[in-house]
């Protein structure tokens, strides 16, 4: 495997009074894609900076393979950045772009055009070469800096938002090269976004960040399977919130008096005492809906009884919006099987039943009072 | 599709250029190939007297004299307002830094320009200044010599090529700066490689605008310029007033001018083989873009 480990060791930033990033410890294997997902302003890019060099933090340590990078400037790190704006040289060709971090190591003319050849071979775009980039599309732009980026064999590549500028079509299909480029070529790719459907989708770990702090780090389905932290629940996916006192626990689970549908069950992922003020997540297409009430309703099974009060028909979907009997809606998603055999049956004012397995709820958040 | 009102909206700048500019340069043009009047003026006969007093020795030094000093003052100027313009682009001040180097223009550029005899004279306040800390004993003249054409001239142009850098280098995008070092230049490679190709057009604006009126200036070198430093704006104007030889001071005004143009036209060819085919390219698609526009209207 090609590529560098990075640690970022207890690194936070100020600016002024700000504090952009508190204390954040994050450890990137070897040629991993990695996200750093997070609102904007959440301290991501501020990270991704102090990589690159760009920023030195105020606090904490950087490590590639071990040594600190801090000591060195932006110019001498094996790490190189694909811009949020591209940044592309507009007086150069998309080859001298390219043949740029070349020309400064004074290589020779053969050399330059056989390389910036290979890579602009990699990203698709031999064909462009003479043009300038005002000439280029977006997608086109984004490939020069990437092709840009890679020519100096870094050991990272930092990639900042690089898709935020094109539509979403194009978004996709950029996201899929950007994986296979990945995997050709090998190295450690940090990759910033504030997308979660973007990280979820292309990286092998992500941190998910909020407010400076690293709120959990993991792979995309721990991610979204397991949220720790009520910020990552809500933040990525769409999720229903109970909140509520626990009243007893039982074994692995503990019952919780919700005080939007009653007396529910959470597995306890996180542990619990009578007493405790919690908040509970389940996912919307966890929750399934049907006309009859389940026969495993007191085995396991949350079971609550809800009436229609929308339905939002998104083709390979349906999300339904019910109104349990405290009034609380409750968002349910159903993926469609058999629409008319099946789906097209509940419709808007029906009386039905939500249930959930215990074990699809988690614990997000603990108050102990 | 709308009617062109072009034209029409560039009559009354074309009349006002018309009239005092294309007809007084017309008249120059035409008194520098008569003869001289006795007391002034010209007398109506065709002659090539005036060009022939060109070929003079004494006025070929006054013309190298002109080169040099014009273009000492611009590189001066340059090399003195492109970090000073980067400067303010990238100030978190840089209304009230600008606003400050237009302030000069409040007062009146003779009275400037004897502000500048004030402070370089020999009771001026730089000889007392000198003389109290004890660096020189007795008075020292700075005046009436080249180096204080070329002071002065910086001076006076310094605003005008600061103005048109600053607008260039603020519209400069200054992520490119990090692109080039996170891709391995050094701070000065990535100003000579990157921002100094992008600002290239405020470059020539600033040469332009500090050469052009340095290589005509009249009041500076007559002020504060001494025998050793005449310019040609110097001569003309004695021409034209202690000697009284209009077609020798309208020759040497047409001189003035093709060397202006000529110099101008070099450095425009300059300029556009560095870039040429981005001009060319640029060029062709402004036009295409102009045809899209006026179909769409």
Known sequence: MKGSQIKIEGVSKNFGDFQALKNVSIEIKKGEFFSLLGPSGCGKTTLLRIIAGFEDPSGGDVTLD??????????????????????LFPHL??????????????????????????YLQLVKLDAHKEKLPDKLSGGQKQRVAIARALINEPSVLLLDEPLSALDAKLRQHM????????????????????DQEEAISVSDRLAVMNGGEVLQV??????????????????????????????????????????????????????????????????????????????????????????VDEIIYTGFLSKYFVALRGGHTLRVFKQHVNYFAEESKIAFGDKVHVWWDVGDGFIVEVKRL | MRKNYGPVYALPSALWISAFFVVPISIIFMYSFLEKGLYGGVVWKFSLEAYRALSNCAFLKVS??????????????????????????RSRYKNTLLFLVIIPFWTNFLIRIYAWIAILGNSGFLNNFLLRLGITHGYTQFLYNPFAVIIVLVYTYLPFALLPLYSTIEKFDFSLLEAARDLGATNSQAIFRVLLPNIKTGIFTAVLFTFIPA?????????????NSFMLGTI????????????LSSSISVALTVLTTAGVLVFLRINNNLGGKTKAEHAASTRLHLQIKQHDA
């Not at chain 1, 071990?66 to 940044?87: D, E, I, M």
């Not at chain 1, 060709?93 to 003319?109: C, G, I, T």
């Not at chain 2, 190298?64 to 303010?88: N, R």
């Open chain 1, 66 to 87: 071990g040594a600190s990078v801090l000591p060195l400037p932006s110019n001498k790190r094996h790490v190189n950045t694909v811009f949020q704006s591209y940044a």
């Open chain 2, 215 to 227: 290589f005509g200036q009249y009041a500076v070198p007559q002020l504060v310029g001494g025998r």
């Open chain 2, 64 to 89: 190298l004299m002109t080169v040099v000093l014009s273009v000492l003052a611009t590189l001066i100027t340059l090399a003195l307002a492109l970090p000073a313009a980067y400067f303010i682009a």
């Open chain 1, 218 to 307: 993991g792979t995309p389905s721990e991610i979204y399977e397991t949220p720790e932290d009520l910020f990552v629940a809500s933040f990525i996916g769409e999720t229903n919130f109970f909140s509520g006192t626990v009243a007893s626990v039982e074994g692995s689970s503990a019952l919780i008096d919700a005080e939007q549908c009653g007396r529910i069950r959470a597995f306890m992922d996180k542990s619990v005492a009578p007493g405790d003020h919690i908040t509970l997540a389940v996912r919307p297409e966890k929750i399934r809906i049907t006309l009859e009430r389940p026969d495993q309703c007191d085995k396991g099974l949350n079971c609550l009884s809800a009436a």
């Open chain 1, 93 to 118: 060709s998309v080859f001298e772009n390219v043949a740029f971090p070349l020309r400064l190591k004074k290589l020779d003319n053969s050399t330059i055009a056989r390389r910036v050849g290979e």
């Open chain 2, 236 to 247: 003309i104007a004695r021409e034209l007033t202690v000697t009284r030889n209009w077609p």
């Open chain 1, 175 to 194: 996201l899929l090269e950007l994986d296979a480029i990945h995997d050709t070529i090998g190295i450690t790719f940090i990759y910033v976004t504030h």
